[in-house]
């Protein structure tokens, strides 16, 4: 079975442009989160959706925003990019919306600013 | 306000020796603990996780943690360490709140010596 697929791969942008990254869910999960994982550093989370809702907001800008589709896909969008929003962002999903379930993390996208 | 706290940065060991990771957390409510480990440039795949069912856990690769209350503890550790193990180690811990969402420790990384 696939996992929790994520694309790109890889990105470079320039300061000030925006960015989205696409993640899908292992197949029959239908929560998607997203965290941020600067180097040296653990992921931060940014945003879990659950059945298209948000249900959990990190302590990230507006700038940062994200929606889920109706077959439980997710984006990721950054608007206003800076250079320190270069990172590997993980895309992790769960069977449902409870804390206690396993969540399994996609290969992550790598952004690099310049 | 949930924290984890990693303690050493860096871990090195020999191969076959004793593996230890050190992790502390801090919950207002019976937390919900993970290990999840990251291989160079790839996503995080879970180790082991305790959700109040027993406090020692057992994992994949041989790993094994012991959760303890009275010590707000939840190590890591492996009998026999082996090359492969060789790699950045993440506690994590999550409450169950609204905001589902797992607060990372800052990791360790785990060197093992031939």
């Known amino acids: 079975d696939a996992g929790v697929t994520q694309s790109p791969t890889h990105l470079i942008k320039t300061r000030g442009q925006q960015v989205t990254l696409r993640c899908s869910p292992i197949s029959g999960h239908k929560s998607v989160s997203w965290y941020q994982q600067v180097l040296g550093q653990g992921p931060q989370f940014i945003f879990q959706?659950?059945?298209?809702?948000?249900?959990g907001r990190g302590n990230f800008p507006d700038r940062f925003s994200a929606r889920q589709f109706p077959n439980y896909s997710s984006e990721l969008n950054v608007n206003a990019l800076l250079l320190g929003d270069s990172a590997l962002y993980l895309c992790?999903?769960?069977?449902?919306?409870?804390?206690?379930?396993?969540?399994?993390f996609g290969e992550g996208s790598w952004l690099t600013v310049v | 306000a949930q924290s984890v706290t990693q303690l050493g940065s860096h871990v090195s060991v020999s191969e076959g020796a004793l593996v230890l990771l050190r992790c502390n957390y801090s919950?207002?409510?019976?937390?919900?603990l993970f290990w999840y480990v990251q291989y160079p440039n790839q996503g995080l795949q879970l180790l082991l996780k305790y959700t109040s069912a027993a406090t020692l856990v057992k994992g994949i690769n041989g790993f094994e943690a012991e959760f303890k209350k009275s010590e707000t503890s939840f190590h890591l550790t492996k009998p026999s360490a082996h090359m492969s193990d060789a790699a950045e180690y993440f506690c994590a811990v999550s409450e169950d709140t609204g905001r589902r969402a797992l607060t990372f420790g800052s990791g360790t990384r785990l060197q093992v010596q031939p």
């Open positions: 959706y659950y059945e298209k809702e948000e249900r």
């Open positions: 919950s207002s409510v019976p937390p919900y």
């Open positions: 992790a999903s769960s069977l449902g919306g409870s804390t206690g379930n396993t969540i399994y």
